[in-house]
């Protein structure tokens, strides 16, 4: 479910007929490749290093292409499949007119890499995720005619360039808290993928994610249910807003067992660039009712922020998470 950001704006797209596309090449964030002229970036490449992303969708030419990056490793075919789904959910109309290939292992840049090829309606899309240090990096073409020459000018360029001082943060504590006792009876486990603590009654999963507004929001929600379809059933209940976080809850199934959950996103700064999405799950709602106060209170981490004060952890005792290097 780490891919949702980049589809935000996919609503917009129509249009016609191909046109020729012009290439440029661009330093994103620890990597680069040649894009179609209208994806740009001129963001800060350090502070944006973690996540972030890019898009590009002409209406007259009927096509948008995607570059997103994020802390984790490769998706799984199942979850680069539901990742189409979700897209097809943002269309203007939801369709069920989509077919998705079986993603395929290949080597872009030098790197891992995972394609799946798919159709929503009469668009085709590709959908490429590239290994790149201890991030993923998704590559998205769609449009009515000319998909395969985009994605293929786009891996034939891609090369994946690590800023080790950068890098280095990746996959560090994402959250911070004022008050160091929100946290205590909250202890770490390990997750390949997000930063977990639970304390045995709710689990609680961070990532660092691009920033995004009201419009991002409304996409997520209408792309949960799709975004689990590798994991489990997602079904919405409400949306409750309180100040200015609004929190997704919903039920998700995995292997007949139902949990009730929510999913949050804030950003870290007025500029939109940097936010954190968090997911609670529990066997009791009353448990996750209760947890949204918590979650009110937890920030981004910042430079220099002490170490989390958690219980210890059963299997090592860790009763503290070192925080990011600043």
């Known amino acids: 479910m780490s891919a949702w950001s980049w589809v935000a704006l996919l609503a917009v797209l129509a249009g016609c007929g191909e046109r020729k596309v012009e290439y440029h090449k661009v330093e994103f964030p620890g990597f680069v490749l040649e894009v179609p002229t209208a994806v740009e970036y001129a963001g800060n490449r350090i502070r944006e290093y973690t996540a972030g992303s890019t898009k590009a969708i002409s209406e007259r030419n009927g096509r948008a292409v995607f570059v997103t990056w994020q802390p984790g490793v490769l998706s799984t075919p199942d979850e680069m499949a539901s990742y189409v789904k979700a897209i097809a959910s943002l269309m203007p109309k939801p369709t069920s007119a989509v077919t998705t290939g079986t993603a395929t292992p290949e080597t872009v840049g030098g790197q891992k890499a995972l394609r799946i090829d798919a159709t929503i309606e009469t668009m085709r899309m590709l959908l490429v995720e590239v290994e790149c240090g201890k991030r993923s990096v998704q590559l998205a073409a769609l449009a009515y005619r000319g998909v395969d020459a985009i994605m293929a000018k786009m891996v034939s360029t891609f090369a994946c360039t690590p800023i080790a001082t950068a890098e280095a943060r990746v996959g560090g504590v994402p959250i911070g808290v004022?008050?160091?006792?929100?946290?205590?009876?909250?202890?770490?486990?390990?997750?390949?993928?997000?930063?977990?603590?639970?304390?045995?009654?709710?689990?609680?999963?961070?990532?660092?994610?691009?920033?995004?507004?009201?419009?991002?929001?409304?996409?997520?929600?209408?792309?949960?249910?799709?975004?689990?379809?590798?994991?489990?059933?997602?079904?919405n209940r409400r949306r409750e807003t309180r100040g200015a976080r609004t929190y997704q809850h919903g039920d998700v199934t995995v292997d007949g067992t139902t949990l009730a959950a929510l999913i949050v996103l804030w950003n870290c700064d007025d500029d939109r660039t940097d936010a954190v999405m968090a997911l609670a799950m529990a066997p009791e709602r009353t448990d996750i009712d209760a947890v949204v106060e918590v979650l009110g209170k937890i920030r981004c981490a910042k430079p220099g922020d002490a170490p989390l004060k958690l219980r210890p952890t059963p299997k090592d005792d860790d009763a503290a998470v070192p925080a990011p290097t600043p």
């Open 178 to 235: 004022d008050d160091p006792a929100l946290l205590a009876g909250y202890y770490h486990t390990e997750d390949p993928e997000m930063y977990s603590l639970t304390n045995d009654a709710v689990s609680l999963m961070f990532t660092s994610a691009p920033g995004g507004d009201r419009e991002d929001a409304d996409a997520l929600h209408k792309m949960i249910p799709a975004m689990f379809g590798a994991h489990g059933v997602w079904k």
